[in-house]
C-alpha cells in the first residue's frame, strides 16, 4: 500500500479517496498516530507551502483542510486518551458583532490538522465567553478572528478581559482577519498578528515552542 497517495490525496483535497486510504491505513495495522504524523500533516505541510508560494490559493485549502477533517474524525476515536500527538490547545472564535467565519474556520481545520486540539467557539463571541473558555480548557493560545473594521476593535476589550482574568501571562494571543494587521495587533497588545492561515500555523507552533 502507497501511503504517499494519502499525502498526495491531502494535496488534492481528495476527501473520498482520503478517508478510503486512512481506512486502508487503519485495517493494515498502522497506528493512526503515525498516520496523522507521517502522512496527513505532510500533506498538509505541502499544500500550505504551495499557498505560501503563490502555487495553490484559498478553495485548495478549503479542499485539504475538508479532506483532512474527514480522516481526523475517523482517527480520532481510535485513539481517545493519547494526547501525545497534540501540539497544544488553542481557543478560537470570531469576535462579538462578527458573523465572518469561513477565514476561521480554515485557520481552525488547520490547526487542527497540524496537531493542535482545538476548542472553537464560533461567531460573535463574548470576551467573558473567550476567558471561560481558557479557564475550563487550560488553553495555550487563544485566536481571536475578525473582518470588520467595526469588531476589530472587540479583540482589545477581549485581551483587557483576558488580563483582568489574571490570564495574560498564560496564554498566547494571536489575531488576525482580513483588516487586521501587524501594527494594530502591538497595540492592542496581542502576541502575534498573522496573515493567512498557514502562517497562523507556523506562528503558532513556534509560541508553543513545537517549531
Ligand atoms: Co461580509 N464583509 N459582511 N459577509 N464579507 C466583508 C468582510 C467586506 C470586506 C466586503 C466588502 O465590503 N468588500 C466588508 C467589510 C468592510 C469593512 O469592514 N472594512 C463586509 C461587510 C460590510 C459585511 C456586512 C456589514 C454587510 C451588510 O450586512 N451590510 C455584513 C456584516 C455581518 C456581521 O458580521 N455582523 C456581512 C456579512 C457577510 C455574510 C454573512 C454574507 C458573509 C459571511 C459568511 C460566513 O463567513 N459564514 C460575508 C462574506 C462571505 C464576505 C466576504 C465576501 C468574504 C469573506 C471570506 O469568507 N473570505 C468579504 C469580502 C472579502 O473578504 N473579499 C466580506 C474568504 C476567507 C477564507 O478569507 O475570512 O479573510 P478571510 O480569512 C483569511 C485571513 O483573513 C486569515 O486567514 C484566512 C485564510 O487565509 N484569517 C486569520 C482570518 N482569521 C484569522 C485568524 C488568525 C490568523 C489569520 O489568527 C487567529
Known amino acids: 500500500m502507497e501511503l504517499e497517495e494519502l499525502t498526495n490525496a491531502i494535496v488534492a ?3 473520498n479517496v482520503a478517508v478510503q486510504m486512512s481506512q486502508q491505513a487503519v485495517d493494515a495495522g498502522i497506528e493512526p498516530k503515525a ?4 502522512y496527513l500533516i505532510k500533506g498538509m505541510e505541502i499544500i500550505g507551502a504551495r499557498f505560501g508560494e503563490g502555487k495553490a490559493f484559498v478553495p485548495n485549502l478549503l479542499m485539504s483542510a475538508r479532506a483532512m477533517k474527514g480522516c481526523l474524525d475517523l482517527l480520532k476515536p481510535l485513539m481517545q486518551g493519547d494526547t501525545s500527538i ?11 458583532g462578527d458573523l465572518h467565519d469561513i477565514g476561521k474556520n480554515l485557520v481552525a481545520s488547520m490547526f487542527e490538522g ?13 470576551a467573558d465567553k473567550f476567558v471561560q473558555a481558557i479557564k475550563d480548557n ?3 493560545i487563544l485566536a481571536l478572528s ?3 473594521t467595526t469588531t476589530m476593535g472587540y479583540m482589545k476589550d477581549v485581551i483587557e478581559a483576558v488580563e483582568a482574568a489574571g ?9 488576525g482577519g482580513a483588516p487586521v494587521n501587524a501594527e494594530f495587533a502591538k497595540q492592542i497588545g496581542a502576541d502575534i498578528y498573522t496573515d493567512d ?14 517549531a
Do not use: P, Q, Y
Request: net charge positive; hydrophobic share 50%; charged share 20%.
Open 35 to 38: 498516520i496523522i504524523g507521517d
Open 86 to 96: 497534540s501540539c497544544g490547545k488553542i481557543v478560537i472564535g470570531t469576535v462579538k
Open 197 to 210: 492561515a498557514n502562517e497562523a500555523v507556523i506562528a503558532a507552533k513556534r509560541l508553543v515552542g513545537k
Open 138 to 140: 487550560n488553553a495555550d
Open 114 to 126: 497540524s496537531g493542535f486540539e482545538l476548542v472553537n467557539l464560533g461567531i460573535n463571541v463574548e
Open 13 to 15: 483535497g481528495n476527501l
Open 146 to 148: 475578525a473582518l470588520l
Open 167 to 175: 490570564l495574560r501571562g498564560k496564554v498566547k494571543i494571536m489575531v
